[in-house]
């Protein structure tokens, strides 16, 4: 199913959470909205929220706390771009500068920090307020955690695959579980829907990741975006690890990633490597138990429309090539 098939298939509920999220951003400064209106206009995928929207109704009728929630996930998601990018000093993204680049890390800070603001507003005053600030609150202290222990890992280069799904559960999959969760929520779901939204939404986020990190390892030309940049910043991600499972001197090869900013030749040895010794394939095996979960937990939701795209969503992952 292409996108613009869900979003007509979601209808007013889009539109309406566009708004919300257009009115959300309005502010009194020229300067500010310039640079809203451009974020918005390059927005990405906007899956979160279309997830959001998506769970809502497989697990009930859509209301105003549904919509504020998807909102919210997308907020709140596009914040923590803006302050992952002057983190990780990376001057692209979706095939266009970040706004660090253009106007300078300490404004896209407070850009950042204007977007989560108005993340918790979105929250705010809804029915089930006390209980969604605490999902969204506990998926900020995820990101922090996230991506404090991926740049000790890239000092270290000790990650081990238990490390590797802890970074993609605290910077990804927290959120896409916390999203479907607000979702179920808003709709007062039994807590068997609202327990298998989370385990679908975790499922599909950690999924997600993982396609992500396969592409490190593609050919740049067939996905129209920069290659081999997690090796560049030392990040050992799924592939690296499936192919050092058989490696006979994993530690020379770790130690290859320490010393990448003395070596940078050493970033085509590793994909090399990889590539050789079948990372790639040992990543989408488990992409794929993921996307298993993640259908599983989508059994326990009742029949409909959505839920079958929910399904399309999470298989979806295993071809993606954006």
Excluded at 175 to 189: P, W
Aim: aromatic share 6%.
């Amino acid at each position: 199913m292409r996108r613009e098939d869900v979003i007509s298939l979601l209808g007013a509920d889009w539109t309406a959470y566009e708004s919300l999220v257009r009115e959300a951003l309005r502010s009194d400064i020229s300067l500010l909205d310039r640079v809203n209106a451009s974020l918005l206009a390059n927005s990405g995928k906007q899956l979160r929220p279309m997830l959001s929207l998506l769970m809502a109704r497989a697990c009930g009728k859509t209301n105003g706390d549904s919509l504020h929630y998807a909102a919210a996930s997308e907020l709140l998601h596009n914040a923590t771009l803006m302050h992952d990018d002057v983190a990780d000093e990376s001057s692209i993204r979706r095939g266009q500068p970040t706004l660090s680049a253009l106007i300078g890390p300490s404004s896209a800070v407070l850009v950042g920090d204007f977007w989560l603001s108005k993340a918790v507003k979105q929250i705010l005053g809804t029915t089930h307020e006390s209980q969604a600030v605490r999902l969204y609150s506990h998926t900020l202290s995820d990101l922090a955690r996230g991506e404090m222990l991926q740049l000790q890992k890239a000092e270290s280069a000790d990650t081990t695959e238990e490390d590797y799904f802890d970074i993609v559960h605290c910077k990804t999959a927290s959120l896409f579980e916390s999203t479907c969760l607000a979702a179920a929520l808003s709709v007062d779901a039994p807590q068997a829907l609202y327990d298998a939204a989370g385990r679908y939404g975790r499922a599909t986020g950690i999924a997600f990741q993982i396609r992500d990190d396969i592409f490190d390892y593609w050919d740049e030309a067939a996905i129209g975006k920069p290659v081999g940049l997690d090796l560049k910043e030392r990040k050992i991600t799924l592939p690296l690890l499936g192919a050092l499972r058989n490696a006979p001197d994993p530690e020379r090869l770790r130690a290859m990633v320490r010393e990448i900013p003395a070596h940078p030749e050493n970033c085509a040895v590793l994909h090399r490597f990889v590539l050789e010794n079948c990372g790639v394939e040992y990543a989408a095996g488990r992409l794929n138990d993921f996307i298993n979960e993640a259908l599983a937990a989508l059994e326990l939701l009742p029949p409909s429309q959505e839920r079958d795209v929910l399904a399309e969503l999470a298989r979806f992952n295993a071809v993606r090539k954006i």
